[in-house]
């Protein structure tokens, strides 16, 4: 049985004020493409299907114009809302959808919908996980146990964890989980929701039952721990700080209990999204851009110490879709010079530690890694 895994569409999200839809319909359409080349039984959507939970009519037009081709195709659909939809909403009209092969997950409310598929290996058994708070299982535990149950769940790790567990993973079968959390780890994008301090973590392990784990909600495509745990990234790149990754779909194939085949398909979309450097006479003059895509969003870096009167207007003439404009020259230098001391001048000595072990690391420090700073700090390092 094979699967594509695509995650955080954001259908109707507009860039530094551009709107995205036309580029997002676009790569619908080269991914109904990937899906006839690869002859997919169904597709996994691991949330943010929209970009804000009331979406506007363009966007559900457009979403409801690619569950209708997949459908039509006979390719199934499993798909779960992500922090940015409305679970409700995703929910609305499940039953109805199933008729068809697609498959939403339901608001949750102590069970979590499973779907039942067979192919020439057996069972395997998919689960639509919405994306989870802590306080919204607690909810739904209260009602079974004694309000002031201790072990009612206060984070994010330990609200999926109990989840996990009451779904009763049958461990002689094959099972998918699609999922839209944050995994403790994983690399971040400028364009994806922060929570502040980590609060959002879930440890990877929580997933080992599963054989593959369709993960969305980090925009960067990367596995956590193990290949079969993975974020495919998004199809489009939403912030400037994607410029050099290559999207793409993720192709999953399940074969017998834990013989899961993985692979990837490039998507080239409609205008990339890029970043070019320079002084203003580099930038215009046309051996600069003749080989290139002018029609590309763009980040202009200008290098010139005076700013440029209306730069980023007559920068249009040649680059009609520059999204962002900035400069870097001495002034600008200084200034995030200032603005970094200040910073830091604000910040414990334990905190600016924690920074550099995340910058290091790409992950944040465990509880026992900050006692050892602080027994160091408060010892002088002696």
Known sequence: MKFLHISDLHIGKRVHEFSMIEDQKYILAQILDIADAQQADGVLIAGDIYDKAVPSAEAVQVFDWFLTQLADRGIRVFAVSGNHDCAERIAFGAQLMSSREVYVSLVYDGSIRKITLTDAYGELDLYLMPFLKPAAVRRVLEKETDPADDALPESYHDAVKTVVERMGVDPAKRSLLVAHQFVTGAGRCDSEEVSVGGLDNVDAEVFDAFDYVALGHIHSPQQME??????????????????????????VECRGKGEILLSAVALKPLHDLRKIRGTYLEVTARSFYQDTDTQDYLQVTLTDEEDIPDGIQKLRVIYPNLMRLVYDNSRTQQNRLVESIEDMEQKSELELFEEFYEIQNNQPMGEEQKDFIRHLLETGCK
């Open 226 to 251: 193990r290949e079969t745990v993975r974020y495919c990234g998004t199809p489009l790149k939403y912030s400037f700080s994607e410029a050099e990754q290559e999207k793409s779909v993720t192709v």
